[in-house]
């Protein structure tokens, strides 16, 4: 099968990721170009990427006709129009998460996926293609635990990112520490139970870094959430995980309940030496979800290829969205916070 040209557009944190992923490991795309607004960037590229075509400009590669799908990681407020923008041009869109930051923008992607149904548009919740959190949906889907009661989440990042987050959080927002970060776990609920959440009340501090009260954004948060049949989500995040990157999920249902990742293991390596019995933790976000990083762009090819939905919608997008600035809102106000779909 001819491979399908792709550009990815941003090339910082995340994007040089991807961009090697597609570049390197999946054989369905061939990285035909990228762009950013930074020159440096688009040097890598050049140098390190093999890419055919550089651009600056996001409506310039969109008037390429040679590329078929943008994998877009650029700052998350400018999603919705970039994705709008894509689709218009006739390109398939993967777009990382969130969504958008407002319901208004995201509702006129919703109504551009519509306008295009044999566009592929997928976003980038990709913990749903981890292998461990695809395993554990399996379970639950085959009623191993029964039925849903509570499910728990941790998303931590490690301490040893503050200081550029620190940086970042001074030229830009990161839209909260919800909308950021959260956000995956609330996806994890949503698909785990298949349930909107309702209502939510949340709380947030920075003991652990002060300066971040005065950048308006929050070290460590903690939210509970009521499902519409009452079955519950308790959210814990934040930035200061001393050991590693702390991503961890359980999953309690009425007859047995499962775990995912209740450590952070590297591996399967354990020393032994002078503190004891060391299990190494996985440090950051691609290590510990390189798998599924790399899985979610092989099925976005698969999806284009065989004409088929992502099973990722707009719709998962946008309640995502909604949970988390609820989340944003309770934690402002101290009050709990209903959510109207
Ligand atoms: P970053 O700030 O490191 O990189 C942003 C990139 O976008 C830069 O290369 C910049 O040059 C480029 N850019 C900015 N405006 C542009 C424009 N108009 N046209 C073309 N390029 C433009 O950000 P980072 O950390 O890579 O995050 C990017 C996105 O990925 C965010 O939405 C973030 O939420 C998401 N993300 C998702 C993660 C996940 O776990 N799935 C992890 C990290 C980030």
Known sequence: MEKLNVG?????????????HLAESIGAFHL?????????????????????????????????????????????????????????AGKHVFCEKPLGLELEEMLRVEKAVEEHPNQVFMLGFMR?????????????????????????????????????????????????????MAIHDIDLIRWFTGQEISKVWALGNNIAYPILDELGDTETGAALCKLENNAIGIMVAGRNAAHGYHVETEIIGTKGSLRIANLQEKNLVTILNEHGAVRPMSQNFPERFK????????????????????????????????????????????ELVSIEY
């Open 291 to 334: 798998g599924a990083f790399l899985n979610e762009l092989t099925q976005f090819a698969k999806y284009i290829n065989n004409n088929q939905k992502a099973p990722i919608s707009v719709k998962d997008g946008i309640r995502a969205t909604q949970a988390a600035i609820a989340c944003g809102e309770s934690m402002d106000s101290g």
């Open 128 to 180: 749903r293609y981890d292998e461990s959190y695809m395993y554990a949906k399996e379970l639950v889907d085959q009623g191993e635990i029964g039925d849903v009661t509570l499910i728990r989440c941790y998303g931590i990042d490690p301490n040893s990112g503050m200081e550029s987050f620190i940086e970042f959080c001074k030229n830009s927002s990161s839209g909260g520490l919800f909308l950021d």
């Open 8 to 20: 990815i557009v941003g090339l910082g944190r995340l994007g040089k990721i991807h961009a090697h």
């Open 32 to 88: 035909y170009a990228a762009c950013s607004v930074v020159d440096s960037e688009l040097d890598y590229a050049k140098e390190n990427l093999g890419v055919e075509k550089v651009y600056r400009d996001y409506g310039e590669m969109l008037a390429d006709d040679a590329i078929d799908a943008v994998v877009l990681v650029t700052p998350s407020h400018q999603h919705c129009g970039q994705i709008i923008q894509g689709l218009e």
